[in-house]
C-alpha cells in the first residue's frame, strides 16, 4: 500500500544552519507529495506540494523536489530561523483515493538562537 | 480567511461518558476528516465524510463515530470513552479532487481538541 517514511527526530539545529529533512515514500501510481507543518498549539497547514515527478514546490525559503528515481521528497532549507521550530509532515495523496492524504510521523524540528 | 473551527481546544471527560467533538468549516468544502494525533504515531485517520450524510472508515474507527448533517458541520462521537481515547484530535476538510493524475486536494486543519480521559 501507500506509505511515508520521514526521519525520526527531534531535530535540533543552531540558527542559520543547514535543514534537511528527509523523506521517502511507496505508491503505486503518480500520487502528489507534500510538506506539512505544525507550529506549537496549532493545527496543520500545508508548507509546500509538488505533483508531478521533478517538480519542485517552494515556499518561506523551504524547498523539496519530487523524485520519481529515488521515491524522495526531501525538505530542505538554506538558512533556518528559530521561528522554524516546529513539527514538519511529509505526506502524500493516496492514488487511489484522490481526496485522501497519507501522513509520515512527523519530525520535530528545534531552532536554538 | 479560511477557517476550521473545533468547539474545544481542552476537553476532560470520565470513563464511560459519551463524549461530543464538533468541527465547523466555513470554506463550503465537500470533504471532512477526523484524525487522531499522538506521539510517534504521528496523524492516523479515523473517518472522513465526502458529502452529507455519507461516510467512510478510516484506518482506526474502532470507539468512535460520526455525524454530518450539514455540509459545514463535522461531528466525532465517542459512544463511551476511555483512557486510550486520550489524544490531540485534528479536524480537517477539502474540496472534492479532480480524480486525474496529478491532481491533489489541500487538506485545511482546525486547531485540534487535546483530550484527556480520566
Known amino acids: 500500500g501507500n506509505s511515508v517514511t520521514q526521519m525520526e527526530g527531534p531535530v535540533t539545529l543552531s540558527e542559520e544552519a543547514f535543514l534537511t529533512i528527509n523523506c521517502t515514500y511507496t505508491?503505486?501510481?503518480?500520487?502528489?507529495l507534500f510538506w506539512y507543518v505544525q507550529y506549537p498549539g496549532e493545527g496543520l497547514q500545508l508548507l509546500l506540494k509538488a505533483t508531478k515527478a521533478d517538480d519542485k514546490g517552494s515556499n518561506k525559503g523551504f524547498e523539496a523536489t519530487y523524485r520519481k528515481e529515488t521515491t524522495s521528497f526531501h525538505l530542505e532549507k538554506g538558512s533556518v530561523q528559530v521561528s522554524d521550530s516546529a513539527v514538519y509532515f511529509c505526506a502524500l495523496s493516496d492514488v487511489n483515493r484522490d481526496d485522501k492524504i497519507i501522513f509520515g510521523k512527523g519530525t520535530r524540528l528545534h531552532i536554538l538562537p | 480567511d479560511v477557517k476550521v473551527t473545533q468547539s474545544s481546544r481542552y476537553l476532560v471527560k470520565r470513563t464511560g461518558e459519551k463524549v461530543f467533538l464538533e468541527c465547523v468549516q466555513d470554506m463550503d468544502h465537500e470533504n471532512m476528516f477526523w484524525y487522531r494525533q499522538d506521539p510517534g504515531l504521528g496523524l492516523r485517520l479515523i473517518y472522513f465524510?465526502?458529502?452529507?450524510?455519507?461516510?467512510e472508515k478510516g484506518d482506526i474507527p474502532e470507539g468512535y463515530s460520526v455525524s454530518r448533517e450539514k455540509k459545514e458541520r463535522f461531528s466525532l462521537i465517542l459512544e463511551s470513552a476511555s483512557t486510550n481515547q486520550t489524544s490531540m484530535y485534528l479536524c480537517?476538510?477539502?474540496?472534492?479532487?479532480?480524480?486525474?493524475?496529478?491532481?491533489?486536494?489541500?487538506?485545511?486543519f482546525g486547531p485540534g481538541t487535546r483530550l484527556t480521559v480520566l
Open positions: 505508491a503505486t501510481g503518480y500520487p502528489s
Open positions: 480537517a476538510s477539502s474540496s472534492h479532487g479532480q480524480g486525474s493524475r496529478g491532481s491533489y486536494n489541500e487538506q485545511f
Open positions: 465524510s465526502y458529502d452529507v450524510k455519507m461516510k
